[in-house]
């Protein structure tokens, strides 16, 4: 069946230090992924988009990266800050230019 | 505004009663969805409308859940008889087109709470 994984529930960074979450897939096939943040009471908002055929995206602090071979996005938060702490969402099409699917999330708790 | 519009933003019911929730999406956006989020859970993809296309109701729970959209504007999810199990924060988003390379844009949700 097909399925997507968030690494742990919940994860704990100390301010500063570099945060690294991952999203891994079996049996997709997906042409684009996703990653969004969400507040507690807030519904997500985006943060960046991936293609397959691309192997790493940048924005400010965060970068994405894409293994079509592994299956697996990393997303990365650089210089990470207390106001980083949110819940992130990873979100792909299963078979490629379809709907979104989204993960279950991971708490990430940046500690100052 | 700018952004997609819920409403009512809590919603407390009754077991057994019907209620409305409503979505105002980013205009121009053709592409418009509906999820679930219980408490502490993922999205959960209810339905979404493209255009005037047939709208993808794959993952409608119950025939109890039904949604409209009026062209490519105000959408509204409606539950009938709710049940204790349909409380959770109801998301709506809106997208430029519904392929996997258009970011969504969410509401804030409408949180249900079935008594």
């Known amino acids: 069946s097909q399925k997507i994984e968030q690494n742990s529930e919940a994860l704990n960074i100390q301010e500063g230090k570099t945060a690294t979450l991952t999203c891994n897939y079996t049996?997709?096939?997906?042409?684009?992924l996703q990653w969004y943040r969400q507040d507690p009471g807030r519904g997500p908002v985006f943060l960046l988009l991936?293609?397959?055929?691309?192997k790493e995206k940048r924005k400010e602090r965060l970068k994405v990266t894409f293994d079509t071979t592994l299956k697996q996005s990393l997303f990365h938060i650089t210089a990470s800050q207390p106001a980083d702490s949110a819940t992130y969402l990873c979100?792909?099409?299963?078979?490629?230019?379809?709907?979104?699917?989204f993960g279950t999330g991971t708490r990430l708790t940046i500690i100052p | 505004g700018a952004g997609v519009s819920q409403s009512p933003s809590n919603k407390v019911t009754e077991k057994g009663k019907d209620v409305e929730l409503r979505c105002d999406p980013i205009?121009?956006?053709?592409?418009l969805y509906w999820y679930r989020q219980r408490l502490g859970q993922g999205l959960e993809f209810l339905i979404y409308?493209?255009?005037?296309?047939?709208?993808?109701k794959s993952g409608l729970p119950s025939d109890r859940f039904s949604a409209e959209r009026t062209g490519e504007s105000v959408s509204t999810l409606t539950i009938q008889r709710t049940q204790q199990e349909d409380s959770a924060v109801y998301l709506c988003?809106?997208?430029?087109?519904?392929?996997?390379?258009?970011?969504?844009?969410f509401g804030d949700g409408t949180r249900l709470s079935i008594l």
């Open positions: 409308f493209q255009g005037n296309s047939a709208p993808d």
């Open positions: 049996n997709y096939s997906p042409a684009y």
């Open positions: 991936i293609r397959e055929n691309e």
């Open positions: 988003a809106s997208s430029l087109g519904h392929k996997g390379n258009q970011p969504q844009h």
């Open positions: 979100a792909l099409d299963m078979f490629g230019n379809e709907k979104l699917t």
């Open positions: 205009s121009g956006h053709t592409a």
